[in-house]
């Protein structure tokens, strides 16, 4: 039992580090999202962008200005992907194929990161660290940017629908909370050993006499971001299992510390724009009950998991680095694919059965513990929403939240919500096994080849962008089908999320009183919890048995 | 439950003879175009309809025994709807009874008078009614006085008076004039008449779906998409998983798991919640107004009547110093012997048992409003001089007897800060006259009413009383009563004013009125109560009209809307709860061929797999029918925090919910397995 001692030590250690510094942060989240005032260089980048900081949108302005943006973005990503080999530090590679492209550019600026591609063995240094690094802040604050909007939503009343400023809300959240976080972050991480430099390849003679080549780069700054604004995009192939990325079990810690960091002190935030602390606390404890489950049944996996060969070794160690051992790399797990990040500090397919499932199971969960930054709280709120709905009724009175009425309206706009992603999921998988191009990229066979496909599109629909391995998925078939999941994955609850927020805006206030369901106390969290798992979570139980229940028994 | 709901008979109850009566009813609701309004049972429709054609096509016991159970799943749907709506049948058929054409006479503009068929009257048309005749449409007495026997409306059994001008000037077709004759202005066209109305929300026909109602439909509805899409994926992954299944399977598993129970109950709960209020002699005239009931913040209730009851009674004596109790005891009664009102009848009552008989030769001086007071003038009884014993108000008997006093002041103020009224007594002997005393008149608060009042608080209302008395008094009784807060002095405006007040502040308010010059509140309010005995114009102002014009019926009136939504959350928790365990009895049984290790899944021990996937669509047809007599009777509800209540029922409907289906399923696949060829 010596493994577990440190295991909780880990865990308590990044509880701690989170407890003390997710407060500080979502007060400054809230002031961020809430101050009038801009600082000289949001004045600069406003009058490039020729847009006026204080022209409070209406939702569908708002949703407009993100989908172009990031549109915008798709086109650019996609421009430098085609364009490779013209452009300077390339390093030598070539134009990616265009369904390569298009998955790539769609991954970036969708907060995926799902990476059909070698990073050191594809990517020059413009296209990742102008490309792809730019969209890890940019998309990461398009996220952020809707969560505040649609705080701000709740906030508000008979507001016509207007939500704020979208380019203010993202501006904001690059320049104020993810940058300087990020530049930090950086710098602690190259003094812990990470890579920085924008070297090229370097060829080493190994011990045994051969050769290997070590290819150098902006990791830090790109790894620092990636996890902040839970990206999980990796400069290099394998992720943070490299040693040139994630060298330490500190540096271990660091990153995990950083994936967590925003999304719960978004949830923190989200309770002080609304005018009350208790609310945000709330949300973020059903984050936590749900990462704390997910990480438990993880580490139980690992550690103790079924399977011969880790029964007999004491652990499951195959695919998983011998710095981090099992449970520094199960509770990677659990928290990458409790939030979106999809970093990888072990190779998910080499996880016992049951462990995979549990991650896979996160995911499926819509991303909401604590999810990605900004998604997973807006994700989060409508599943509190469709609580209030189901649970609100059996108090007497017709359903509110934060004393907004749930009508018809609004409920459309939640159902719509909470069906977008299981359909994109379920007819993906669906779509997947039914040609033959689909399981033609499988290693495996019965139970574990389907879970690797039913993993690829369950990350690529909920914007995880973690892979799982084992399926080749750089074919037109599987770059086209992960592209469009992404997509739609991303942008239909957004928009959804924009037009709810709309809507509550314009709403009038219903004051709280003894008759109301109160939205803070523990009872809701439970409540809340226990809709995630049945109503969520049980659309998946039946994929869920075929692939890792059904592998987890045998 | 407190004494003043009026007592109703068991409406839970399912009899055998009900069933039957609604089941033409339900089969008709079969029609799909029916069923379009119910998107969930309408999936099971087609459901049944597709496992009807495979087992035509390829029979088998399992086959056609879900089949069977698909069917009866639709069915039991629609007899709830039906059942719910068969019970306001009778009431209906009481009410059509009051329609047969009779002949009218109406006034013409020339003053003439013509008979014609009631069902020929207009809006403006003016009729007289006789003793005995029955009144041919709804309508305003403009002249006369009469008595009318409204029992077939209302159920009350003794004549009311209506009389023009004021407030009981409303007459409803169908009624009988007993005694005088009225001319009565028709107030509504034929075919939109009060009973029309009652006929139309007794049987549910003219229902409407509730704004919250639509809503949860949507979301059951898209419940039911994604279900949809998981028995459809499962087919092509099942398929890749070696493990193909037969859509008959996938059928029964969508059907298990789209939420039936709620889907299947949620238009019974809405037309027994009508039903709850019609039974307490409460008409809503929408089911916008049921539900909003349930939501109310803040309760306006009128002091007299709903607080307290309409008489003051004499509680107290209070003599002035130098007075002797007796003595002031003995002027009082003297005084009220010409009092018959409640409140003269009070104090006899409060000084002795019995009114004494009237000395001989004594005059009576009965109260005017002149004089504001009543009393006595004896005859001389031989000491110089007749006596006269007077009480009223302290400025008129002050004025009578000529002169204040300061202890005097004391008592009367004393009096009135407790919320009571103070009646002053006096006495004149021989052109002297003299103060003696005090009588403390209180208002009596209605007993039970304070715990009524702490039931509203705990769910949250604050309750307002309106009443035309002074500051001083108001409060006093408010503060007796429990009252949250009071509105004193108030006119008409006052109380549109505080309702609108309330509004713009995000609160639903209810209240109850009955005179013209309600109505602009009735319709400003959320939920207008208008009294029976009221003007057409509060009648028409209100969205909810109170047969029995008892203005405490605004608390029940909260509670039923409360204890509708509560049901159908209830219901709705415990539809989706059931899903847990209905996985755990179908998908084993589904896959347990092509893997074998599923068999631990098999949580329940279900005996083969068809027993299982049997026993699972046999348990969600039953429990609809297990439930139709709580969606009926509505969940028990009682006053409390929505904390406490989301407690209670949660852990009634939500765990109940979870573990009800897995011992259902079990018992039933003890019985299923008996089945052979299954």
Known sequence: ???????????????????????????????????????????????????????????????????????????????????????????????LPADGAWNTAVSFVTNTNWQWYSGEAALGHLMQASGLTVQNFVSAGVGMAVAAAFARGLARTERGGRVGNFFTDLVRSVVRVLLPIALVAACVLVLLGVVQNLAGDRVMDTLTGGTQVLTGGPVASQEAIKELGTNGGGFYN??????????????????????????????????????????????????????????????????????????????????????????????????????????????????????????????????????????????????????????????????????????QREMGLVAAYVLATPVLLLVGVAVAVSFDAGPAGVLNSGPHGFTEMLYAVTSAANNNGSAFGGLTSGTPFWNSLLGLEMLFGRFLPMILVLAL?????????????????????????????????????????????????????? | MTETRTPERPSGVLTPSQLAEALPGALRKLDPRALLATPVMLVVEVGAVATTVLSVLDPSVLGWSVTVWLWLTVVFGTLAESVAEGRGKAQAASLRALQTETSARRRTPSGAVEDV????????????????????????????????????????????????????????????????????????????????????????????????????????????????????????????????????????????????????????????????????????????AVEAAGDIDVLLLDKTGTITLGNRHATELLPLDGVAYDELAAAALLSSLADETPEGRSVVTLVGDEAPAVPPGATLVEFSATTRMSGIDLLDDGDGGGREVRKGAASAVTAWVGRGEPGLDVLVERVSTTGGTPLVVAESVGGTGRLLGVIHLKDVVKPGIRERFAEMRAIGIRTVMITGDNA?????????????????????????????????????????????????????????????TGTVAAKEAGNMVDLDSDPTKLLDVV???????????????????????????????????????????????????????????????????????????????????AASLLQRNLLLYGVGGLVAPFVGIKLLDLVISLVPGL
């Open chain 2, 472 to 532: 001083v008094t108001a409060r006093a009784i408010a503060e007796e009563a429990g009252v949250d807060d009071v509105l004193a002095e108030a006119t008409p405006e006052d109380k549109l004013a505080l309702i609108r007040q309330e509004q713009e502040g995000g609160r639903l308010v209810a209240m109850c009125g009955d005179g013209t010059n309600d109505a602009p509140a009735l319709a400003q309010a959320d939920v207008g109560v208008a009294m029976n």
């Open chain 2, 117 to 288: 068929p009631s069902t020929s009257l207009h809006v403006g048309d003016v009729v007289l009614v006789a003793a005995g005749e029955r009144i041919p449409g709804d309508g305003e007495v403009v002249e006369g006085v009469a008595s009318v026997d409204e029992s077939a409306v209302t159920g009350e059994s003794a004549p009311v008076i209506r009389e023009s001008g004021g407030d009981r000037s409303a007459v409803t077709g169908g009624t009988t004039v007993l005694s005088d004759e009225i001319v009565v202005r028709i107030t509504s066209e034929p075919g939109q008449s009060f009973v029309d109305r009652m006929i139309a929300l007794v049987e549910g026909s003219e229902r409407q779906r509730t704004p919250n109602e639509v809503a949860l439909n949507v979301l059951l509805s898209a419940l039911t998409v994604v279900f949809v899409v998981v028995c459809v994926t499962l087919w092509p992954i099942a398929a890749y998983s070696d493990a193909r299944q037969p859509v008959l399977v996938l059928l029964a598993l969508l059907v298990c798991l789209i939420p039936t129970t709620i889907g299947a109950l949620l238009s019974a709960i809405g037309i027994a919640g009508m039903d709850r209020l019609v039974r307490r002699n409460v008409l809503a005239m929408s089911g916008r």
């Open chain 2, 559 to 641: 509670e039923i809307g409360k204890q509708l939504l509560i049901t159908r959350g209830a219901l709705t928790t415990f539809s989706v709860a059931n899903d847990v365990a209905k996985y755990f009895a179908i998908l084993p049984a589904m896959f347990v061929v092509a893997f074998p290790q599923l068999d631990v899944l098999n949580v329940m021990r279900l005996s083969s797999p068809s027993s299982a996937i049997l026993s699972a669509v046999v348990f969600n047809a039953l429990v609809i029918v297990a439930l139709i007599p709580l969606a009926l009777r509505g969940v028990a509800y009682r006053p409390a925090s």
């Open chain 1, 238 to 407: 394998v992720n943070s299992a490299h040693p040139f990325e994630n060298p330490t079990p500190l540096s271990n810690l660091l990153e995990m510390y950083l994936i967590l960091l925003v999304p719960f002190a978004m949830a923190g935030a989200f309770g002080r724009i609304v005018g009350d602390k208790r609310q945000g606390y709330a949300v973020g404890a059903v984050m936590a009950v749900l990462l704390s489950a997910a990480t438990a049944l993880v580490t139980w996996a690992e550690m103790a998991g079924p399977g011969t060969a880790p029964q007999l070794a004491g652990g499951a160690m195959e695919g998983k680095e011998v710095r981090f051992g099992e449970a520094a790399s199960a509770l990677f797990g659990a928290v990458t694919t409790g939030t979106s990040t999809g970093a990888v500090n072990a190779m998910h397919d080499s996880f016992t059965a049951p462990g995979g499932g549990v991650v896979l199971f996160s995911m499926m969960l819509g991303e909401i513990a604590p999810g990605g930054v900004g998604s997973g709280l807006y994700g989060m709120l409508v599943l509190a929403i469709v609580t209030v709905f189901l649970a609100g009724l059996m108090v007497g009175r017709t359903p509110e939240y934060l004393g907004k009425k749930i009508g």
């Open chain 1, 1 to 95: 039992m010596s493994a577990v001692l440190p295991a909780l030590g880990q865990v308590a250690l990044l509880a701690l580090l989170l407890a003390l510094t997710v407060p500080l942060l979502a007060r400054h989240l809230a002031r961020t999202y809430t101050s009038e005032d801009h600082l000289a260089v949001e004045r600069v980048t406003y009058r490039v962008l020729r847009v006026d900081p204080d022209a409070d949108q209406h939702w569908r302005t708002y949703a407009l200005s993100a989908l172009g943006f990031s549109l915008v973005g798709v086109l650019a990503l996609y421009a430098l992907g085609r364009l490779q080999q013209h452009l300077p530090l390339s390093l030598g590679f070539g134009a």
């Open chain 1, 501 to 554: 927020a709309g809507r509550f805006a314009a709403a009038p206030r219903v004051p709280a009183g003894a008759g109301t369901l109160p939205t803070h106390r523990p009872l809701f969290v439970v409540l809340l919890t226990g809709v995630a798992l049945v109503v969520v979570g049980l659309t998946y139980v039946p994929v869920l048995l075929l692939g890792p229940v059904v592998e987890s028994l045998s």
